[in-house]
């Protein structure tokens, strides 16, 4: 059963307990006369050890607020009970101040405790034998070790190992944040290189309107049909320019993307090519083949004219698979490209290396590939199957994909 919230860990209220509780068990103790005490005077009355039980507790509740008040509270609390005669209760609860001082206070404080209650325990120990006169004698430092010298090492035990799941917890913590910047890193670059690649596509389309605008403003005597083909040609270059266009303004609308950034993450084995699109996948392949990997290549169903966006985005992941095969592979890989009336699927597949070794990488490869599918609506899966590294991209070819 779960306490309430205002009873949780680290809450006032539960050291305000804590201390009720504690004043609790040892007014039980008066009530019930199982307070052993050694009375200087038989007629000292028992009511002069509640202050010193009160204080105890008091210090208590102060072991999260205020660590050296606590200690100097139930410390000055103790040592007027033992003048008094001492009580079982009181030197009790001072077993949890000496605790609650080591876990909750400073480090210099548990340092200091440490010392004082090793000294007292030895010190103990050698009176009592010097008192005594036999070795027998050590007994008297057996209080001091239980009721001081245990606490205190329980206490440092709790807070060393406190401090060190904090550092853990830090270091993971950093992690996490250095892995997510990695990620956001990879993104930006990926965007930022779909820009450059749009951009190139764009800036051809207006290339062409360009040369056949001037064409036909400079070529006189040109007939009707030769002006209509010029016009129809400007038309589908400035219609295709201006969809490629909007595409590569969203891609840059997209948060986190930094125009200018340089594409980061693993080298790729394959020189890059400039707006290189899937028909180009043939030179792609050869490239790979000479590098060492051995790639089967299928083509289902009827290539056909892609979106821009979709070219280049296929080729990239086509590229990008091929060559973490290459990288992590054993040396062969089967590439299947389906077209379809909807889609565009490619499915690179390669056996992997059993004893995980392969060359590093820094994974962006993969991110790369997920954000290219997720700006075009696609679906991208990658991982292990049966042995095998399978990856898998649906890219839509309809209107606006």
């Not at 992997?352 to 590093?360: A, I, S």
């Amino acid at each position: 059963m779960r306490p309430p919230p205002w009873l949780g860990s680290g809450t006032l209220a539960r050291d305000v307990a804590l201390a009720g509780a504690s004043l609790v068990g040892g007014l039980a103790l008066y009530a019930l006369g199982w307070q052993p005490q050694i009375h200087r005077d038989a007629d000292l009355p028992t009511a002069l050890f509640l202050p010193p039980l009160l204080a105890m507790c008091v210090a208590v509740g102060l072991r999260r607020v205020a660590p050296r008040t606590s200690l100097g509270t139930g410390t000055v609390a103790l040592v007027v009970d033992v003048v008094l005669g001492g009580s079982l209760g009181t030197i009790l609860i001072y077993t949890q101040v000496l605790y609650d001082a080591c876990v909750y206070g400073p480090p210099r404080l548990w340092r200091w405790l440490l010392r004082v209650t090793v000294v007292l325990s030895l010190v103990g120990g050698v009176v009592g034998v010097l008192v005594l006169g036999q070795w027998r004698g050590v007994a008297v430092g057996v209080p001091v070790v239980l009721a001081g010298l245990l606490p205190v090492l329980t206490g440092v035990s709790v807070r060393q190992y406190r401090d060190q799941a904090a550092a853990e917890r830090a270091r993971a913590e950093q992690t996490a944040r250095l892995v997510e910047l990695d990620r956001r890193q990879a993104v930006s670059a990926e965007r930022a290189r779909m820009a450059r690649e749009l951009h190139d596509v764009v800036a051809n389309h207006l290339s062409a309107v360009a040369i056949h605008a001037t064409a036909v403003l400079s070529v006189p005597g040109l007939d009707r049909g030769q002006v209509e083909s010029a016009l129809r040609v400007i038309r589908e270059s400035s219609v295709q320019g201006l969809a490629e266009m909007r595409q590569m303004i969203e891609v840059l609308r997209e948060p986190g993307t930094t125009g200018g950034a340089a594409p980061v993450g693993d080298e790729p084995t394959v020189p890059e090519m400039v707006s290189a699109r899937l028909a180009e996948t043939d030179g792609l392949v050869e490239r790979i083949r000479a590098a060492g990997l051995a790639v089967r290549v299928r083509t289902d169903g009827t290539p056909g004219p892609l979106p821009v966006a979709v070219d280049l985005a296929a080729y990239r992941i086509v590229q990008e698979s091929l060559t973490n095969a290459l990288k992590h592979g054993t040396g062969e890989a089967d590439l299947t490209i389906a077209y379809g009336s909807a889609e565009v699927v490619l499915t690179v597949e390669n056996p992997v290396r059993q004893n995980g070794v392969g060359l590093p990488g820094a994974g962006a490869g993969l991110i790369g590939m997920r954000e290219r599918t997720t700006l075009l609506a696609g679906r991208l899966s990658a991982g292990p199957q049966d042995g095998r590294w399978l990856v898998r991209a649906a890219l839509p070819t309809g209107e606006g994909g």
